[in-house]
């Protein structure tokens, strides 16, 4: 029989659901990264084999060591009602070293939310890019019906289409990985995908946003099932572990990007001083943009380095450009 355990460790509370019995072999120990409010809507459904564990901090808060990660196959991220916050980075690197050697990521909305500046303002996330398959083109909160377009173990025992209730979505398109289901108003629901050793499972679902509770009978299977193929990664080879995925390609295209925002923000520029406006403050983020962005090109040998400088670059760009638009109104 499944027991709850309550933990005290530290300041903290640890929530430690459905210890393992005899079975141990198949249970898949989560842990829930929560916001404070979703984690309540979740545990109650989990099945006996998912031994979940609640951080005692909510995810913007967890560093990498609140709790370690050793142990755990699966990290769930729940960022329903923590999105106009960051993670530190230190948590952020112990995910991404967590799935090369094997673990399993599933991320919710609102992350690609937050690292997409245009949408929110935010440039959070920006060291776990690689784990957020999704790219947010905008959202809502309505009910959406959901439909599998790729046989997955992801998807496994759910009808070809079902109603979602009501929530809060990103819209997004995917950036890496396969979409296994759309939506009629989310686009690219559910996104999977490999990273090193680990799997990595997207959901465009923001739970407990607004207080909405989208996990019917179908969604409840849909979790379940990305918990437990989250947890299936291996590392099958020393050489596999040995060669992670490279960052270049990513670097690369951050590094067009900035580009092009450098001549959009240069243009803006132009105008500006055309019209005799003050473009002090303006122009020194276009000059820390410039300095991010030279960084970035010299540092392409180490991609993770360039891709860091890559994405600073963007930040303060994007920066400019709002501030170059509020001067020409």
């Known amino acids: 029989m499944a027991r709850i355990l309550f933990i005290m460790l530290g300041a903290g509370f640890f929530f430690v659901g459905h210890t393992p019995t005899s079975e141990a072999q198949n249970t898949v120990n989560l842990l829930i990264l929560g916001d404070g409010f979703s984690q309540s809507q979740i545990t109650p459904f989990l099945p006996a084999n998912i031994s979940w564990t609640i951080a005692p901090v909510t995810e913007n808060s967890w560093d990498g060591t609140n709790p370690p990660l050793a142990g755990f196959d699966v990290v769930l991220l729940l960022d329903g009602v923590t999105y106009s916050s960051d993670m530190p980075v230190s948590g952020q690197t112990a995910l991404v070293n967590f799935v090369q050697n094997g673990g399993g990521f599933i991320g919710t909305a609102w992350l690609p939310y937050e690292t997409n500046y245009s949408q929110s303002g935010y440039y959070h996330y920006l060291f776990m890019r690689q784990l957020i398959p999704q790219t947010r083109i905008s959202g809502h909160e309505i009910p959406d019906t959901y439909t599998v377009v790729v046989s997955h ?52 679902t923001a739970a407990g946003y607004n207080g909405y509770n989208p996990w019917n009978a179908n969604m409840q299977t849909l979790l379940i099932n990305a918990i437990e193929w989250a947890a299936a990664g291996e590392c099958q080879s020393a050489q596999k572990r040995a060669n992670p995925p490279s960052l270049l390609p ?23 001083k055309a019209k005799n406006l003050d473009t002090a403050s303006c122009e020194k983020l276009i000059d820390e943009a410039n300095e991010f962005l030279r960084e970035a090109k010299l540092r392409k040998a180490s991609p993770a380095t360039a891709n860091y400088f890559a994405l600073q670059a963007i930040a303060k760009l994007n920066q400019a450009i709002d501030c170059l638009k509020a001067l020409l109104g």
């Open 250 to 272: 990513l670097a690369n295209t951050h590094l067009s990007q900035a580009s092009a925002l450098m001549t959009q923000a240069n243009d803006l520029l132009a105008q500006a």
């Open 153 to 204: 173990p992801v998807t496994a025992g759910l009808p070809a289409s079902f109603a979602v209730p009501q929530a809060g979505f990103d819209v997004s398109s995917a950036n890496s990985g396969t979409v296994v289901i759309t939506g009629a108003n989310t686009h690219d629901a559910v996104v999977v995908k490999e990273y090193g050793c680990g799997h990595v499972v997207g959901l465009a």
